[in-house]
């Protein structure tokens, strides 16, 4: 039997809305997803899909509209309880788990503390649940039995987050790519082109390899820059 695979081509980098803005585009419906989601218990975001092109080129930017009142930072005992606690499809939990251990795992190294004791800020944001359990929920919809990715560029500069003023690539994003031993590629980009949501999900479910495949379906996932 033919075997599902997806392979994602990071040209430009790879976000979690990124990635999970591509299978939309590629053909996964919103509704769906939307209907899943609710599934996580968790409220107070809208989802959108919006048609672009850019450079020539028709894709799709997906966004995690956050419409609650502050980012709560969750650690990793609240998000296993939130996702144990779902209405989700067991594997789909259990993958969505193995891509925040990774990454609080890779936070706890950056900062010197132990995984328990890491409270996820931007990582606890309803933005990122959604990205991460979409993604897991969207590979096991599409049926896929295998994901693949390209080598990741890197980009430089520095950003702004809840630890205050970080380089480019972010210290988590660094020790998530070290771990998996990630190849990468040298980029020209002044920004953050790979962000740690983004290098989880590639880093925990992903093999960085091309595989002989028959291509049925493309998606291109637009990001904010």
Same mark, same amino acid.
């Given at each position: 039997m033919a075997k599902g695979i997806a392979y994602f081509d990071c040209f430009s980098g790879a976000s979690g809305d990124m990635l999970l803005g591509a299978l939309l585009d590629a053909g996964l419906e919103l509704s769906e997803l939307e209907a899943a989601l609710a599934g996580l218990g968790v409220s107070d975001y809208e989802l959108t899909l919006e048609q672009q092109v850019r450079q020539g080129i028709s894709g799709s930017k997906f966004t995690v509209l956050d419409q609650g009142h502050g980012r709560p930072a969750r650690n990793l005992a609240v998000v296993r309880e939130l996702l144990e606690g779902s209405q989700l499809d067991s594997n789909v939990v259990a993958a969505s788990? !193995?891509? *925040? &251990? !990774? #990454? @609080? &795992?890779? &936070? @706890?190294? %950056? =900062? +010197?503390?132990? %995984?328990?004791?890491? =409270? *996820? =800020? &931007?990582? +606890? @944001?309803?933005?990122? #649940?959604?990205d991460i359990v979409g993604f897991c929920w969207a590979i096991q919809r599409l049926k896929i039995d295998a994901i693949h990715a390209s080598a990741l560029p890197l980009g430089s500069g520095t950003i702004m987050t809840e630890h205050g003023l970080l380089p480019v690539p972010a210290p988590a994003t660094l020790a998530l790519l070290a771990r998996a031993k990630a190849p990468t590629v040298p980029s020209e980009g002044k920004a953050e082109m790979v962000t740690p949501t983004g290098a989880a999900l590639v880093t925990t479910l992903a093999s960085f390899s091309r595989p002989a495949m028959t291509v049925h379906r493309v998606g291109y996932g637009f990001g904010s820059r």
């Open positions: 788990l !193995r891509v *925040f &251990e !990774r #990454l @609080a &795992e890779a &936070e @706890a190294q %950056v =900062h +010197g503390t132990t %995984v328990d004791e890491v =409270h *996820f =800020h &931007e990582v +606890g @944001a309803v933005d990122t #649940l959604v």
